[in-house]
C-alpha cells in the first residue's frame, strides 16, 4: 500500500491515489486466479498415479504398452477385476487385511488408553522417568526389531499366523502419548465429583472419561488402522503363505512366473487404495489433527 | 493451536489427592501397556544386540563369534560401505528436497484460504495408501515404454531407463518417496502456519518488511518449532527405507540402490545371516539414535520458542 502524507491532500494526489490501489487490486486479482488455476494443475499432476492405477485396470493386457499415455484403451476390461480376485486368493487377503488392521487398532487403542490413564492420573514411583523412556521409543525404527521378533515368532509357532501381524506392533509409544496429552488438558473435577459419589477407577474411566477422549482415541483408531494397514516389510517377514497374506503383501506376490500381469496387478492395487482414500475423505479433521501431533512417527 | 511432542513431561495438573499414591493401581492399568513394551520393543532391542554376537542361522545351532560380525561390516564388506553411502545420499536428498517443497507448497496452499484444506488433503493421499501400491504404480510409470516416456516421446524426447540406468535409478526413487511422503510435512507446517499471528505479520508490514523480510524474519523463525518436528522425524523415516528400492529395483543396477534395511532384510531371510543382520540393524539403530541426539541437542540453538 502507499504511504500518503497527509499534509495537502489536493485532489490529483487523491486521484492518483485511487488509480494506483485500483491498479493494485486488479494485480492481486489477477494474482489469485494464476495461484488457483496453478494449483488445480499441480493438484491434478499430483494425483495422476492414482488416476493412472485405474485407468490401467481396465486396460487389456495387449494393450497396456501400446496405448502410450492415452487413458483409454479400445475396450475397457473389467475382467481384470476377475483376474485379480482368482489369481491370489484375493477375498482371503482383503479379509485377513481387515482382520489385521481392525483388531490391530482395537488393541493399540485400547492399551494406550489404560496406559495413558496411569501416566496422567495415576501416583507411582519414578512415573515421568517411565513414560520418558517410553516416549523415547518413538524415535527408535521397528526395523532394528525384526530380527528377534521374528526368531521369537518361530520359537512359538506363530510364523504364518495372523497374530503374529497384530500383536507386536501394538506397544508403541503415540497412542498413550496422545491420549496423556488430551488428558492432561482435561480438568480432574469430574473424576473427582464421580470419586466422592463412590465410583471406582475402572468405573470413572468408563463413564466419565471414556466420553470425553473420544477425539484422541478416534486418532489413535485412525493411525493404527492406516499403519497395519499398509505395513510390508513385516508380513514379508513372517508370513509366506499367501492365504495368510495382507493386501501390501498380495501385491507383491503378483509380479510371479511369468513377468507382471499389470492390468490384474493395477485392479488389486486400485482395491487396496480405495479404503485408505475413504479413510482420508471422512476422516481427514482427525488425520490432520494426528499428524500435528506427530502421527505416523516418520514414514 | 498444534501441540509438537515435546519432551516436557512436567505438567501443572491438579491430581487428585492421594497421600500414598496409587502404586497397586497403577500397575493394573499400567500391565498390558508395559507387558508389551517390555516383551515386543526392549527384549527385542537387547536381543538383537546379543544375536548380533553370534552366528545365527535360523535352523541350527548359534555360534558365539564376539564381535566378529562387527569387524567384518566395517573392515570385510564393500557392500556395507555402499549401503551405507546410498542409505545416506537417500537421506539427505530426501529430506532437503522434502521439506524445501513441502514449505513452498505449505506457503502457498496458506495463501489460497479457502481452498488451502482441499489441496492440503489431496497431498496427503500418498502418505496413507500402502507404499506397495504407490510403488507398484510408479514402477509401471518408469518403465522405459511406460507412461512417462511416453509423455516424454510426443515432446519429441527419448526417454532413459529410469529405473535401470545406474544413474538414474536413485534419483527415481527418491522423486517418488518425496511424492508419496511429502504431504505429512505438508499438514505439519501448515498447522504451524495457521498458529502464526496475523498481528506479528502485520506489524512487521508496517515497519516496513518486505515480503522476503517477512518470511525470513518472522515466518520462519515462528515456524522453527514444526520445522525441527518435520526434520527429526523425516530424516528418521528416511533411514528405514525399503519398499522403494525392494518393489521398483530390487536394489539394483548393480547396489546403487541397496539401502541398509533391504541389505538387513537379505542377510536374515535370503542368505540365512541372522547374526549378521542383527549387527546391520544396530548399525541402523547407532545412525538414527546419533543423530537424532545430535539434532536435540543443537534445538535450543536452532529452535525458537519464545513467542
Known amino acids: 500500500m502507499t504511504t500518503e502524507t497527509l499534509a495537502q491532500p489536493d485532489a490529483d494526489k487523491r486521484l492518483a491515489h485511487r488509480r494506483r490501489t485500483r491498479s493494485v487490486r486488479t494485480r492481486r486479482r489477477t494474482g489469485r486466479y494464476i495461484s488457483r488455476i496453478g494449483v488445480i494443475l499441480v493438484g491434478l499432476a499430483f494425483f495422476f498415479p492414482f488416476i493412472w492405477m485405474f485407468a490401467t485396470s481396465l486396460k487389456p ?56 490413564y496411569a501416566f496422567a492420573r495415576l501416583q507411582f514411583k519414578h512415573r515421568d522417568k517411565l513414560f520418558l523412556v517410553f516416549l523415547g521409543t518413538l524415535v527408535l525404527p521397528q526395523e532394528v526389531l525384526v530380527i528377534p521378533l521374528y526368531i521369537m515368532m518361530n520359537k512359538l509357532d506363530l510364523v504364518n499366523s495372523l497374530p503374529a501381524l497384530i500383536v507386536p506392533f501394538a506397544f508403541g509409544a503415540f497412542g498413550a502419548f496422545l491420549i496423556r496429552q488430551f488428558l492432561l488438558s482435561l480438568p480432574v473435577e469430574f473424576e473427582e465429583a464421580a470419586r ?15 466420553p470425553l477422549v473420544r477425539a484422541p482415541l478416534a486418532v489413535v ?39 507382471t500381469d499389470w492390468g490384474p496387478l493395477m485392479a488389486a492395487a486400485t482395491v487396496a487404495v480405495i479404503p485408505s482414500l ?17 502421527g505416523f512417527g516418520g514414514r | ?83 551405507l553411502g546410498n542409505t545416506l545420499f537417500f537421506a539427505v536428498c530426501y529430506t532437503v528436497f522434502n521439506l524445501v517443497a513441502a514449505l513452498g507448497v505449505a506457503v502457498w496452499l496458506h495463501s489460497l484460504g479457502s481452498w488451502g484444506p482441499f489441496f492440503r488433503v489431496l497431498f496427503f493421499i500418498p502418505v496413507v495408501t500402502p507404499m506397495v501400491a504407490n ?28 529405473l535401470s540406468d545406474s544413474g538414474l535409478a536413485m534419483g527415481s526413487l527418491i522423486a517418488m518417496s518425496v511424492w508419496q511422503g511429502i504431504g505429512y510435512n505438508i499438514i505439519v507446517l501448515g498447522a504451524g502456519l495457521n498458529a ?53 529395483t530390487l536394489g539394483g543396477p548393480g547396489d546403487s540402490t541397496n539401502t541398509i534395511v533391504l541389505y538387513l532384510y537379505r542377510n536374515g531371510f535370503s542368505f540365512d545371516k541372522l547374526g549378521y543382520a542383527s549387527a546391520l540393524a544396530w548399525a541402523l539403530f547407532v545412525i538414527v539414535m546419533l543423530i537424532t541426539a545430535l539434532q536435540f541437542s543443537q534445538q535450543k540453538r536452532l529452535v525458537n520458542y519464545d513467542n
Open chain 2, 1 to 83: 493451536m498444534t501441540a509438537l511432542p515435546t519432551l516436557a513431561v512436567k505438567d501443572g495438573v491438579k491430581r487428585p489427592a492421594a497421600s500414598s499414591g496409587h502404586g497397586r493401581l497403577a500397575v493394573a492399568y499400567l500391565a498390558p501397556g508395559m507387558l508389551g513394551f517390555l516383551i515386543f520393543i526392549v527384549l527385542p532391542l537387547v536381543a538383537s544386540l546379543v544375536i548380533s554376537m553370534f552366528d545365527w542361522p535360523l535352523f541350527g545351532t548359534p555360534k558365539f563369534v564376539g564381535l566378529d560380525n562387527y569387524i567384518r561390516m566395517l573392515t570385510g564388506d564393500p557392500v556395507f560401505w555402499t549401503v
Open chain 1, 196 to 210: 466422592i459419589d463412590g465410583a471406582g477407577s475402572m468405573r470413572i474411566l468408563w463413564s466419565v472419561i471414556l
Open chain 1, 61 to 116: 493386457t495387449s494393450e497396456i504398452f501400446s496405448t502410450g499415455s492415452s487413458f483409454l484403451a479400445s475396450r475397457v476390461e473389467w475382467s481384470n477385476y476377475v483376474t485379480a480376485w482368482t489369481a491370489i486368493p484375493f477375498g482371503r487377503v482383503i479379509i485377513n487385511s481387515f482382520l489385521v488392521a481392525v483388531l490391530g487398532a482395537v488393541l493399540t487403542t485400547v492399551v494406550s488408553l489404560l496406559s495413558a
Open chain 2, 196 to 248: 502464526i499471528s496475523p498481528n506479528l505479520l502485520e506489524a512487521a508490514r508496517i515497519d516496513g518488511a518486505g515480503a522476503w523480510q517477512r518470511f525470513f524474519r518472522v515466518v520462519l523463525p515462528m515456524l522453527s518449532p514444526s520445522l525441527f518436528f518435520c526434520t527429526v522425524m523425516t530424516i528418521i523415516g528416511s533411514f528405514k527405507v525399503f519398499t522403494q528400492p525392494y518393489l521398483l
Open chain 1, 221 to 259: 483408531a485412525v493411525f493404527s488402522f492406516i499403519d497395519y494397514w499398509s505395513s510390508f516389510l513385516w508380513p514379508l517377514i513372517v508370513i509366506n503363505d499367501v492365504s495368510q497374506a495382507t493386501i501390501p503383501l498380495g501385491l507383491s506376490m503378483f509380479s510371479g512366473e511369468r513377468g
Open chain 2, 135 to 162: 510403488a507398484l504404480v510408479w514402477r509401471l510409470m518408469l518403465t522405459d515404454d511406460g507412461v512417462i516416456n511416453s509423455f516424454l516421446a510426443t515432446l519429441g524426447i527419448h526417454g532413459p531407463s529410469w
Open chain 1, 278 to 294: 475413504l479413510v482420508v475423505i471422512l476422516l481427514q479433521h482427525q488425520l490432520v489433527k494426528g499428524v500435528s501431533m506427530g
